[in-house]
């Protein structure tokens, strides 16, 4: 039986409407397939067209980007193949975070830590199946903090404030993606976001001024975001990272251009330091470069 499909991304970005500075990072971004080699798993919410590494090195090529991190995305589930298979073939400019659950050994991390995987991703999110079970959580977590890694977490505004208790017992790296996708029409006064502002001051947690497209309410050019971006970059300038997402799984009505969504970056920034901390020296700190 066919899962739910999403559409295409944008294959045509933009050229960015300034220049990127060297070792630019999309450090949120994911590839998919061929289905024919790596198989999306039989329960994903969603089967993605197939989008694998020649695809996305094509569009960091259009837009400037050299460096990336290949998130594991949930239609692959724990099968980390297709994410594994990117960084093998430019190990030097690729990093990657993985999904993976208690079945996973202290050698199979290990091996992917290997092969460039830095961090373990978990989804909250309810139309990706809900948050996880916080036990088996925390045993994938403490095999991974002996290898330096960190957790990525994918949440909406609503699990941000239940788990706020789980969240600040954590003693790691945390990355959250999306802003936390807060949605932009409840303000920044909203509960989730000032949890999230609480978070980021803590030098432990990072996170990514990236899916605009997802937490806007008012569509293209996604500007409504603008002063979230900014009020996070404000607090912590040196662990913020930005990404394309792209291919830019499950969006409903308006695929972003992912040289559009770089201009809204430079929006966000106020100074080129900024900027350039943003797309080069953090992702080198957390990334290992």
């Excluded at 990072?25 to 039989?42: K, L, M, N, S």
């Excluded at 724990?78 to 073939?89: E, G, P, Q, V």
């Excluded at 003693?171 to 409840?186: A, E, F, K, W």
């Amino acid at each position: 039986m066919e899962k739910k499909s999403c559409m295409p991304p944008n294959k045509t970005p933009i050229s960015p409407n300034f220049i990127l500075p060297k070792n630019a990072t999309d450090a949120h971004c994911h590839v998919f397939g061929p289905r024919a080699i790596f198989p999306y798993h039989p329960k994903a919410s969603y089967w993605p067209p197939d989008n694998g590494k020649e695809e996305l090195k094509k569009i960091h090529d259009a837009i400037g980007i050299q460096r990336a991190v290949i998130v594991q995305a949930s239609c692959h589930g724990i099968d980390n193949r297709a994410m594994m298979d990117a960084l093998a073939h430019n190990p030097d400019n690729y990093r990657g975070v993985c999904i993976a659950d208690e079945s996973f050994s202290v050698n199979d991390f290990e091996q992917l830590n290997e092969g460039g995987v830095c961090g373990v991703r978990f989804n909250f999110v309810k139309h990706l199946g809900g948050a996880p079970n916080l036990d088996k959580m925390k045993k994938v977590l403490d095999r991974v903090i002996p290898l330096g890694w960190h957790l990525v977490i994918h949440v909406n505004a609503e699990d941000l404030i239940e788990y706020e208790h789980f969240f600040a017992q954590l003693d790691m790296p945390i990355v959250v993606d999306h802003m936390g996708r807060v949605p932009t029409d409840q303000g920044v006064e909203q509960e989730a976001f000032q949890i999230l502002k609480q978070f980021v001051h803590n030098e432990n947690w990072w996170v990514k001024v990236s899916g605009a497209e997802r937490i806007s309410k008012l569509g293209p050019p996604f500007e409504d975001a603008i002063p979230y971006a900014k009020e996070l970059i404000s607090i912590a300038p040196k662990r913020i990272l930005w990404g394309t997402d792209f291919p830019h799984p499950n969006i409903k009505t308006h695929m972003p251009n992912d040289g559009h969504l770089l201009n809204l970056l430079n929006q966000y920034c106020e100074t080129k330091e900024e900027l350039e901390d943003i797309l080069v020296h953090n992702p080198a700190k957390l990334y290992n470069w």
